[in-house]
């Protein structure tokens, strides 16, 4: 059945039939109108308002050629064969940040070859970083094409029974897994108005791509796609540009190779959200939260990635900037060179996957920590770090976890005092340098410490444990840590539904206690 034309075509945000899906790729559709600037195609008259976007066409264009022109202006190909999406406004010397989105576009939405077809070897791109002079070779599959410049697989363009002769366009076209990841359609494809299918051709510029790298999570997943749930066009289109454009010491989480690196769907989600959020270049706020949609192999099919993970991230979140500073100091990605040469990239630490995967459970951020020192290399990984893992305890809002991790730096600050006491006093029988002595001592106890937290099943003993540990190092003194929020902590600590939170919590405190000061000899703390 075919209609005399479609145009103009206006779509709305407050459309109810509207999912995040269709929002997603009106904001894709917008930011490309905004790419075009004052050079759209020709014959081609868009407009673009808070809420809502309308495509005219002029002259005699007929809506094949008119839809074909917009999607010729939308998707294009870099002369690397390279994706290029005007809409996600990547700089052209971005090419680590290009390349990153190409792989992650051809692992979701052009998985497969029929819709990205291309050279069969790889070709090599050496990427030099902005804070380092080492090149890293990586490789990406070069295309000649792919599906979305010629609305591939959706009957109106092509030379399938749903396209016409004419200029005109069917009523109802089909939607490809290229244009919604993982859909799934059965024995009849997914179809829609024609108009719904041109926008949702607009996702993939819409959505942020990362490559999964799990360090924590056994998972399959090797990409993630990031739907954002928008409320305003214009000023999402204008985040975009701002994230995206800016060169890579414009200091944002998204914009640049290492960056598109994450551990989990979570991490890729808050790192969006607060790259979309960011106080200093946006007012007020473009999306109300995001869906993060990781692919991977599953056991029911052999053949392809599919769905294995959908998680909905809200907009806020109470500990946030945990994840923030998480991100910030654990979270920049790492590149390890192998033995052929290339270059793999992977997150630097597990704890920001790990506090974005509790806090979009709603679970305490601190939740499974344990799990990161359970091995005994695993801790002692995590002590190099404690400067960074200090300045995450820094913006903890919570107070009854500052309480309990201020509390243990108060005892561990005595007992480390008392270590390097003993390590004096030994050093004088033998004549010997001291700071060998406590280093020793200072690893044998963080190591005991480590195991009694993690053997101890039940709140009593835990509870027991701790309020030892605090009078040992006070040799029956007040300790400032607790006698300041005394009931507080003794009402947490003997609370059974507790346990969990309390023991990661302890545990988080053994690896992040850092002193200001160094050892010298008449610093009588031990303290380092």
Known sequence: MEIESIFPLTYRLSNPNYTIYHRAALGGLAATIKAWGKSPPEGILPKLEQDYVTIQKTGDLTDKKALQLILDASFKLTEDKLIDLPGQF??????????????????????????????????????????????????????????????????LLDDSKKSTGSGTLPKIASIPQSMIPGAMTGQKS????????????????????????????????????????IIDLKRFASMIEIINKRSQNFERFTNNYLGRIVGGAEEAALSFLLDMTAKDIEREKSIK????????????????????????????????????????????????????????SIPDTSIPELIAANLAADRPWCSHFKELVAEKKDFRNLLFRKGELHKVVQVIKDDIDRAIIHA?????????????QRAKDESKKKNIDYLPIYYAFLEVRSEKIRNEILRLKTPDLLAGWFLRFCADATKGRNLIGISDNADQILKFIFNARNFNRFQNLLLFALVSYKSDETITETNKNGDN
């Open 90 to 155: 990547i700089r052209e010397d971005a090419i680590d940040l290009r390349i990153s989105i190409h792989e992650g576009l051809c692992l979701t939405f052009l998985q497969h070859n029929k819709m990205r077809p291309g050279e069969k070897e790889p070709r090599k791109c050496s990427l030099k970083l902005s804070d380092s002079e080492e090149s890293h070779l990586v490789t990406y599959k070069a295309i000649n094409s792919f599906a979305h410049q010629k609305a591939q697989g959706t009957g």
């Open 190 to 229: 997914l179809q829609a108005p024609v108009e719904e299918v041109i926008l949702l051709q607009f996702l993939m510029v819409g959505c942020a791509t990362f490559l999964l790298r799990p360090r924590t999570y056994k998972e399959k997943a090797q990409a993630c796609i990031v739907v954002p749930d």
């Open 289 to 344: 939260g995001c869906q993060a949609i990781a692919m991977g192999k599953v056991a029911w099919d052999k053949n392809q990635i599919n769905r294995s993970i959908c998680i909905k991230v809200g907009g806020d979140y109470e500990e946030l900037e945990v994840f923030h500073a998480a991100k910030q100091y654990l979270g920049k990605g790492k590149f390890i060179k192998m033995k052929d040469g290339k270059s793999f």
């Open 408 to 420: 243990f730096y108060d005892a561990w600050k005595r007992v480390r005092g008392q270590l390097w």
